[in-house]
Every structure is written in structure tokens, then in C-alpha cells.
């Protein structure tokens, strides 16, 4: 029976400069997947990916080479050097990464706790696994707990209330550097879920004219529509320059979307008139080298952890009652995985008695050929319960008892008793 790690790093153990060199698009997590064919050691894997997390989930028949297994893998996937970034992994196993996840799924562990995005990008993550059949009876139970718990702590906690996500920290800066987005024009960059909200933001705030542009203009437009704003080309964005006053983005792309020279030959026609990016995305579409020209200001996802924090008390008095929610779920799925070990001897136990059943059932009707079917019938029925009401105890027992201490004390002694072995 393989373990389970969780082998990542995120907002709090790696700064953006590293994440967002291990960040996976779609493409690369499912070609990253299919390396799992050639590996004897890694058994089942799924891949997280978002602006604040990269984790590796897995199930390994070895730990110590298995999350070295791992890390080589990734080093030469994103052909980094592992000591660029090893020191700044974490790394569970057992009950741990398995609160880990659930504490992920939960939004416990995010940079905005209560933030429903990230269980949408779990289930995602999970979705590129099974395509890939990557995924088996460990990793598919442990994700179908964590979108259980998930559920639990949003409806029975007030996890969720005081609405908060990374774009809503993208606005709030925003207002706070203007005082109000009222009669400002922003440009969004970007037409996913998070440049969704933030249009909801904007929107709430009285933000005047809004402008998107996507790579996909259609895609563009319709977010527009939603909001009687305007949809503009990606060609159309230098020329954007010279006139909006925020520009939020957060697009997927893997190379920088707005550079430095841009920027700087746009300051002329806007009379050094203050122009404010918010890069929410990862890896970075805004160049960081533009905070070096005048009246040009630009904010990473990491400068948003102050906005983030204004919200956290509230949201860290209903987490303590998902811990407890996660605790319980933690115990459940221990007690699951457990049994797994038993299942091998209660197979064979069963087999053994049926088959022993079997056999003496076979020989008593042999001799009692005078019998009518109906009655054969009921000598097969009433064989089959006195099996099933033998077997309960010691299959229960073997279940729930037997995982309490080393579990290999009951399946020896088991196997031993009932010559399972030969």
C-alpha cells in the first residue's frame, strides 16, 4: 500500500520570482501527468497549480525515493536547478498531507482564507488527472473527501462571508491609491474568473469606463456585455496606454504581456500622468522593471497581502470551527486508509470459508438428490447467511479494531489461524 505526499511550496514559503517559474499551464500539468507511465515508484499524482500554490499530490510506494523521484522530476521538467528552489519546498506525508489537502480544498491554507476559487482549481486539477488516469483508489477517495469537506466548512461555517479574493484585494488597492475608482478608466487584461470579479468590484465601486482585453476577443466581449464595458483587441492595448489610469491583468500567459519600453514611450502623451498596474497573475504579465520610471507604479500578487489582511480576523474565528470539521475528516479517512491493509486478508478469508462452504454444500446435495430444487435452493440460501454471520465479526473486527495498533499483528495472526497462506 503506497503513501501519500504533497511535495509544493506557495505564497508562504516562495516568493513570486520562483513560483512562477514552476507555475503549470493546462498543456504542461498534462504532459507533466504522463510522466508518471515511467516511474515505478511514483503510483498516482495530481498536479495543483494556481497564482499562489504549485503542489505535487502523490501516492509512492517509497517515501524517501519517491519525493526524490518527485523533485528530479520537476527540476527537469521545468528545467530548473533543484537547488534553486528545494529549500523553499514542503513536504507531507501521511495524516499530515492529508489535512494539508483538505485544509487546501477548505480554503484554510489560502492567501485570502475563504477564497472560493481555489476549490474550483482542485477540481480542475483533478479533471487533467483523470484524463490522464493518473489518479487510482487513494488519490480519487482523498479528493472526493476534500470536495466533501470543502462543502461542510462553506455551509456550516462562515468561512465565506466578507467576501474577499485576490481581485477584491486588486480593486481595494486600487481605490486606496486613488481614493475612489469613481471617473477612473481600467483596463483589464485578462477575461478568467479572476478579471470577472474584479469587474464585480469595479463595478460596486462606480469604476467609469472599463475596458477588456483577451487574446480570445469573443471571450472579451462577453464579459463586456455583462457589464456595459468595451472590448478591445490585445493589439489594441499600447494604445491603451496613453490613456487608462489601472491596469488589473491576469492572463495565463507565459511571457510578459506589457513591458518596460512600452510603458515608458506611453509617459510622454499622458503628460507623466500616474498610470497604476496590479499583476494578479502568475507567471507575471506586468514587467517590474516599469516601477523604475516615473509616475508608473506597479503591484505584484504578493504586494496584496496587506489588503488580504484587514479581512483575516473575521474569517480566523469561523476557521477554528472548520479546523474542527477537518479534524474529524482527517480521523474518517485514517481509519479508510487503514483498512486498506486488511483488505487483501478479508478477501482471502472470505474466499477460504466460501470456499470450504462450498465444497460440503456441493456433497450434501450430491447425497440428497431426492430433494426438491426449491429445497437444494434453500440449503444454498441458508448456507450463504450462516457464512455471511460468521464472517461479520472478525471481517468488523479486522476493519475497525484491527487498524487501531500495528496492523500487521491482527492479518498475521489471521492468515495464521485460517492457513490462508498454504
Known amino acids: 500500500m503506497h503513501e501519500i505526499v504533497v511535495l509544493g511550496l506557495n505564497h508562504k514559503s516562495a516568493p513570486i520570482e520562483i513560483r512562477e517559474k514552476l507555475a503549470f499551464s493546462k498543456d504542461e500539468a498534462l504532459s507533466f501527468l504522463e ?24 501516492g509512492i510506494e517509497n517515501k524517501l525515493y519517491g519525493v526524490d523521484a518527485i523533485k528530479t522530476l520537476i527540476s527537469k ?11 523553499l519546498l514542503y513536504i507531507y506525508s501521511g495524516n499530515t498531507a492529508v489535512r494539508h489537502v483538505f485544509r487546501v480544498a477548505s480554503s484554510l491554507d489560502s492567501m485570502m ?5 481555489i476549490l474550483g482549481q482542485i477540481k480542475e486539477a483533478y479533471k487533467l488527472s483523470i484524463s490522464k488516469k493518473s489518479t487510482g483508489v487513494i488519490l480519487n477517495r482523498l479528493i472526493h473527501r476534500a470536495f466533501f469537506v ?34 477612473k478608466i481600467v483596463l483589464l487584461i485578462g477575461a478568467g474568473e479572476m478579471a470577472e470579479i474584479a469587474v464585480e468590484h469595479l463595478i460596486r465601486n462606480k469604476a467609469s469606463d472599463i475596458l477588456v482585453a483577451n487574446r480570445t476577443f469573443e471571450r472579451g466581449m462577453e464579459l463586456a456585455q455583462k457589464f456595459n464595458g468595451k472590448a478591445i483587441s490585445f493589439e489594441e492595448i499600447d494604445g491603451a496606454l496613453k490613456f487608462v489610469d489601472i491596469i488589473i491583468s491576469s492572463t495565463a500567459s507565459p511571457d510578459i504581456i506589457i513591458s518596460r519600453d512600452k510603458v ?18 502568475v507567471p507575471r504579465d506586468i514587467d517590474p522593471e516599469i516601477n523604475k520610471i516615473d509616475n508608473a507604479y506597479v503591484y505584484d500578487i504578493d ?44 478477501i482471502d478469508l472470505k474466499n477460504k470459508i466460501e470456499s470450504l462452504a462450498q465444497c460440503e454444500l456441493s456433497k450434501t446435495l450430491h447425497s440428497l438428490k431426492h430433494l426438491s430444487n426449491n429445497d437444494s435452493q434453500a440449503i444454498t440460501i441458508m448456507t450463504r447467511a450462516i457464512i455471511n454471520k460468521i464472517l461479520h465479526d472478525p471481517i468488523s473486527f479486522l476493519k475497525t479494531d484491527g487498524c487501531q495498533i500495528d496492523k500487521t499483528v491482527y492479518t498475521d495472526l489471521t492468515r495464521k489461524l485460517f492457513k490462508l497462506d498454504g
Open 264 to 281: 515608458k514611450g506611453a509617459m510622454r502623451p499622458r503628460k507623466n500622468r500616474p498610470i497604476f498596474f496590479i499583476d494578479i497573475a
Open 150 to 183: 470543502s462543502k461542510r466548512v462553506r455551509t456550516e461555517t462562515g468561512i465565506g462571508d466578507h467576501a474577499v479574493s485576490i481581485s477584491y484585494a486588486a480593486v481595494e488597492l486600487a481605490r486606496k491609491i486613488f481614493g475612489t475608482v469613481e471617473n
Open 303 to 346: 504586494d496584496l497581502s496587506g489588503i488580504i489582511e484587514e479581512n483575516i480576523e473575521e474569517r480566523q474565528k469561523e476557521a477554528f470551527k472548520a479546523e474542527r470539521i477537518i479534524d474529524e475528516a482527517v480521523v474518517n479517512f485514517s481509519k479508510w486508509y487503514e483498512s486498506l491493509a486488511m483488505v487483501p486478508t478479508i
Open 77 to 87: 521538467f521545468k528545467q530548473l536547478p533543484l537547488n534553486q528552489f528545494e529549500n
Open 35 to 58: 510522466q508518471l507511465q515511467y516511474s515505478d515508484i511514483i503510483k498516482e499524482m495530481l498536479v495543483i497549480s494556481t497564482c499562489n500554490r504549485v503542489e505535487i499530490v502523490a
Open 113 to 117: 482564507i475563504g477564497e472560493p476559487q
